[in-house]
């Protein structure tokens, strides 16, 4: 997903940022998502993230091994609490829970959880080196996410007169993204998660009225 | 937008690809926009883009001045199309015609002409290197390109009972978006389309019974 800004956040500081946390990890972790949605992942060099991060090349590497390791720990952290909290309503969606209730939960919540990590997850994922096969454990558990998506737009598929061409799958990973594009929406993150989990059941063809009842 | 594939196309080559055209300018051209889509701009070399042309890196260079001018090209190539059939919705929107049928057209025809293009357009619009400011005159373009399909957002927001908040740029964004990613989704191209254009319907509150009308 573009984005859609030519701001940049700031100039490579040599001095510790202001914002700089007590962990250096986490400093690093910032930094790099930073510059990766910036400037892409083959455009950042450790030695720039360590002067965004404000420490020296060598502390950065005895946080990490490289580049690979920093994108992969971003990938499992962000990932993974989405993940989580997609399992425990496909409990409640086997359980009986209504469906339209089940996707409205799983974007607003999926929203909330990646606007938190304050880290243009979006715009992270869709660096093509995330996807290129150096990452398989995050390609993994993303598909498990986009198939508990997928299973809950199943059930909302048989409810709809469809009148076109689309399948659960592909309904599936629209909903999935919509929440990994609200870093595009400004303004609360409780109104953004509220709008784009409403955008989810529209994709759906829930009409409107039925939204309004499932996002109570 | 995701890459969601971890099958690479192809090896580099030195030898001319089977695929080759007569055209040693259009033959760069997708072998650079392949592999920035596959291993991001950063990561790809000048040299392995000839490679993939089956040509001498010096012959690439005698047709474009680098990677930079390559990608604008590219970056000019898919958005002005795209542009010029939006111009005439927009006359025809002003003039009268109906706004759900405006916005199926649009993104029908956006996504006909972003698959006929054959570059993973979308995946190239989401190269983070393309919004950095070094290409204006696209980024330039591409929100000419979103204003006008959020004019045709606005006149569908006038008539829909929104219960929630979305503003009809945000709306634009979307279904510009819907056609960008429509390399995601496979089959044919006409399904596709009318695919994309009844979903973009759908996002704007637009009920399935008018989703019908609008696409005939």
């Known amino acids: 997903m573009p ?16 914002d700089a946390t007590a962990d250096p990890k986490e400093d690093i972790l910032r930094a790099a998502a930073s510059l990766f949605v910036r400037q892409g992942f083959g455009g950042t060099s450790t030695r720039a993230i360590a002067e965004i991060a404000g420490m020296r090349q060598a502390t950065l590497y ?15 952290e962000t990932v993974r609490p989405s993940l989580e ?24 919540e999926d929203t909330r959880i990646l606007r938190s990590a304050g880290r243009q997850v979006g715009a992270l994922y869709a660096l093509p080196e995330v996807w290129s096969g150096n990452y398989p454990e995050f390609v993994e558990e993303h598909a498990v996410l986009e198939g508990i998506y997928s299973e809950v ?39 953004v998660a509220d709008t784009m989990g409403c955008l989810g059941l529209r994709l759906n063809g829930v009409p409107d009225a039925a939204v309004e009842f499932a996002r109570r």
Not at 62 to 76: E, N, P, Q, V, W
Not at 85 to 108: E, F, H, N, P, T
Request: glycine share 6%; aromatic share 8%.
């Open 85 to 108: 909290m997609a399992k425990s309503w496909r409990v409640a969606l086997r359980g009986g829970q209504d469906a339209a209730v089940v996707l409205y939960r799983l974007i607003a």
């Open 153 to 191: 737009c199943e059930l909302l598929l048989a409810r709809t007169e469809v009148t076109f061409a689309i399948e659960a799958r592909q309904l599936g990973r629209l909903c999935c993204q919509l929440a990994e594009n609200a870093y595009l929406f400004s303004g609360p993150v409780q109104t």
């Open 3 to 18: 984005q859609h800004s030519s701001n940049p956040v700031g100039r490579p500081r040599a001095v510790p940022r202001e």
């Open 62 to 76: 005895y946080y990490f091994s490289g580049k690979d390791d920093i994108l992969r720990t971003l990938l499992a």
